[in-house]
């Protein structure tokens, strides 16, 4: 099972609110939870993890992405 995990750094985010639609990473449920909640990961680790499947995500995204909707900036 895949999970929209949004970005926990910026784009939006605050206390009870999530980022920017755009700003999600595909993720397995397990993943997820790492990157949110886990321990075993630095502050770091969790945002380089995160990073490379949101690009991995936009690449896959890429030919179906609704014209009249901006394109996540990969430069993130």
Do not use: S
Request: some cysteine; glycine content about 10%.
């Amino acid at each position: 099972m895949v999970q929209a995990a949004h970005t926990n750094w910026g784009g939006g985010k605050g206390r009870g609110v999530k980022a920017d639609d755009n700003l999600v990473a595909a993720l397995c449920l397990g993943c997820h939870y790492e990157i949110d909640q886990g321990k075993d990961l630095n502050r770091q680790e969790r945002q380089e993890m995160w990073l490379k499947a949101h690009h991995r995500t936009i690449d896959a995204l890429r030919n179906c992405w609704p014209i009249d909707i901006p394109f996540p900036d990969a430069k993130i």
